[in-house]
């Protein structure tokens, strides 16, 4: 069965409602969730961080009353997610770079006050593997791991069917694991960390490798790209160049399928979930695409190389289903989870 993320007429859906609020740092999206994970409602908000986060909250409680007052239902829980550091206990932002102007708020209050109604709170990657596991690539599954490849890597992790948000509120944390120990490895783009893996498989991790070949004299399609602080240079602008056969290009590629092999098989030794999934925008394509077949396929073959045979048939390497939607889709759901728990 393919989950669709099309919203239905309140008619259509099966109650309770819960929401899911994934709060990132240019956007916020709120969707009313049902019982079975569709929605009935959707809302993005501009983030507008430089306002300050008492603005946002009152736009996000206001958009939550106009929108039960209109289907006239209400939704149990909020299931609230942002970018970290955050201290999940307390309810606290500690200092997200996208939301400077947020540091040190605390923002489950802040909700809950509004809404006069219980928050669960989540870092934002981990709120896309939820929604993975419940509705996405996961949902057959009792244990996943995620990682999202985007600007940087974000993780999430599901061991028989619990988060692993961690005692500091750092668990999953994948994009942090170190995959190179050298003292010249490269320094991730978020808190410049040295041998994460961001540094090497992230979209930022991309650009720079790649102008780093150009900068050596490596021809490529993509040579005229550079400019500075004003370089066009991108992920995207690589993959494209990967799909018409641009060899620089689809040496890139296998490189970041290889570091995502090496931090997988880590990963994998540790927690030993059965399934990997991979989503995220920097996914060179994804399934349906060449170059995102030969991307999977070098990282499988990589973890091949450097596990056990009995692990690597038994753990499966897959892209996510949900696209963007995974974040407040599991929002939604760990609402849902922890409100069936309470």
């Known amino acids: 069965m393919t989950y669709s993320n099309a919203t239905i007429e309140i008619a259509q859906a099966t109650a309770p409602f819960f929401w899911g609020v994934d709060i990132g740092g240019t956007g916020i999206k709120l969707a009313l969730v049902d019982d079975s994970g569709h929605v009935v409602s959707f809302t993005n908000l501009p983030t507008r961080q430089s306002e300050g986060a008492d603005a946002a909250m009152d736009q996000i409680a206001e958009v939550i009353q106009k929108t039960e007052d209109s289907l006239g239902v209400r939704g149990l829980r909020i299931g609230l997610g942002a970018p970290g550091p955050m201290d999940l206990p307390n309810g606290l932002l500690v200092s997200p770079p996208q939301l400077p102007a947020w540091w040190g708020y605390k923002i489950v209050d802040a909700v809950e006050t509004r809404t006069n109604r219980p928050v669960s709170f989540l870092n934002d990657a981990n709120a896309a593997a939820y929604g993975e596991f419940w509705l996405g690539s996961g949902r057959a599954e009792s244990s996943m791991l995620l990682l999202t490849l985007g600007t940087g890597v974000g993780g999430g992790i599901i061991v028989d069917d619990e988060l692993i948000n961690g005692v500091n509120s750092c668990g999953s944390e994948c994009g942090h694991m170190i995959v190179d120990p050298a003292p010249t490895a490269r320094l991730c783009v ?130 996510a289903t949900l696209g963007p939607e995974a974040g407040y889709l599991g929002l939604a759901g760990y609402a849902r989870k922890e409100h069936a728990q309470d």
């Open 190 to 319: 978020w808190g410049g960390g040295r041998g994460h893996l961001e540094a090497y498989a992230s979209a930022s991790g991309v650009v720079q490798r790649t102008r780093e070949l150009l900068t050596q004299g490596a021809q490529s399609a993509l040579t005229g790209l550079l400019g500075g602080e004003n370089s066009e240079l991108t992920a995207k602008k690589v993959y494209e160049a990967a799909l018409d056969g641009d060899a620089l290009s689809l040496q890139v590629v296998d490189e970041t399928a290889r570091w995502l092999g090496v931090g997988i098989t880590t990963l994998v030794h540790t927690i030993d979930p059965g399934t990997v999934v991979l989503g995220g925008a920097m996914t060179f394509g994804g399934p349906n695409c060449k170059i995102g077949q030969r991307f999977l396929a070098g990282i499988s073959e990589e973890f091949r190389s450097r596990t056990f045979e009995n692990i690597f048939a038994g753990t499966h390497i897959k892209f």
